[in-house]
């Protein structure tokens, strides 16, 4: 089978590239590394030929509003009719859970446009909405870090490695297309402030956090359960300790 990995050079592009091809699959890594431009549309009806697969795992390069909008509204339209004209059975695309409960992050609107897009276009498809992975704790302390403290919400999380999304993302492709979503968390769930916490001590990184209800989370206020899957949802089985500990 024939899969392209749009996004198929990034941290999960390429694990699901491997993942296919360590099970006898003909996974193709697409990105503007290899000639495949999806804003432009260079590179997709070459890299499309034969293709039975299309996942698209890609990311804007810029996660301002207007910015991270218009990569998800171009490349998505672009990737659908280059889909379309190669006859292309299963599109895939990986976006978050809890995207559609958080309007006031731009990132998340432009992700609720992209899988509408997808959801209209036709073609047979699956969403996969992923949790945080444990790569982003990092860089979520950066982002919420003022004058040296980290200050966060204390909303619900359900963390995950990016390789047990990486392996939903290649079953899924490989199965008949749901027409729907297919959720997958990590084992635990924390505060957002508390896993934050924990990844900062475990790499003696000595910001402090301070939990604050009422702070944003790119952009949006966390309820409880906005990040969280639903129940019966996909779980990892890597813990954050287990994570870490590597």
């Not at 293709?51 to 490349?75: E, K, M, W, Y």
Request: glycine residues 12%; without cysteine; proline residues 4%.
């Amino acid at each position: 089978m024939k899969v392209v990995v749009i996004g198929g050079t990034g941290l999960i592009g390429s694990n699901v590239v491997a993942r296919l091809g360590e099970h006898g699959h003909d996974p193709v890594a697409a990105s503007p590394n290899t000639g495949v431009n999806t804003i432009t549309g260079e590179g997709l009806k070459e890299v499309l030929t034969g293709a039975d697969v299309v996942i698209d795992v890609s990311n804007s390069p810029s996660f301002a509003d207007d910015d991270v909008l218009a990569f998800f509204r171009t490349a998505t339209t672009n990737l659908i009719d280059a889909a379309k004209d190669a006859g292309v059975g299963h599109y895939v695309a990986l976006s978050v859970v809890g995207a559609e409960r958080t309007p006031d992050s731009g990132y998340m609107r432009a992700k609720v446009a992209q899988e509408k897009l997808i959801r209209d276009s036709g073609l047979p498809y699956s969403l996969v909405h992923a949790t945080q992975f444990f790569e982003f704790g990092l860089g979520i302390a950066d982002s919420a870090t003022v004058d040296g403290v980290v200050i966060l919400p204390d909303g619900g999380v359900q963390p995950v490695a990016a390789a047990e999304v990486s392996a939903a993302v290649a079953r899924t492709s490989v199965g008949a297309p749901l027409n729907g979503v297919v959720e997958i968390g990590g084992p635990e769930v924390f505060g957002m402030d508390g896993w934050i916490r924990t990844v900062l001590a475990a790499r003696d990184d000595d910001r402090k956090v301070i939990t604050d209800p009422n702070a944003r989370y790119y952009g949006t206020q966390l309820a409880e359960k906005t990040l969280l899957p639903a129940e019966g949802s996909l779980l990892g089985q890597i813990t954050l300790s287990d994570w870490l500990a590597k």
